[in-house]
């Protein structure tokens, strides 16, 4: 899909079907459109990447705490949290 709106923030939420090819090409229709970040959530590894660009980015693990930076000032999530969340939905 190429898009016409720009946006600020693009997350992506990682399938096995999704190949490093077609997510190369999505981050740089994102970022050709305006795009400052893009998340890329692979909930099998359980890693965020943080892409500045189409092929520069950070990943953090359960360790690390994701934060909005200038983007999302005061965002602040702790990975761990999240994947415990997910583990044991509401408490169970």
Do not use: C
Not at 6 to 11: C, E, K, P, V
Not at 24 to 42: C, H, M, N, P, S
Not at 80 to 85: D, T
């Amino acid at each position: 899909a190429v898009f016409t709106i720009g946006l600020d923030l693009a997350i992506e939420v990682l399938s096995s079907g999704n190949t490093p090819q077609e997510m190369l090409q999505k981050r740089q229709e994102y970022f050709a459109t305006g795009a400052q970040q893009v998340w890329e959530i692979d909930p099998t590894a359980r890693t965020f990447a943080v892409y500045t660009s189409p092929d520069t980015h950070t990943t953090l693990t359960a360790t690390d705490t994701l934060t909005g930076g200038t983007l999302l000032p005061g965002f602040e999530l702790p990975l761990a949290r999240l994947w415990q969340e997910i583990d044991h939905p509401l408490g169970k």
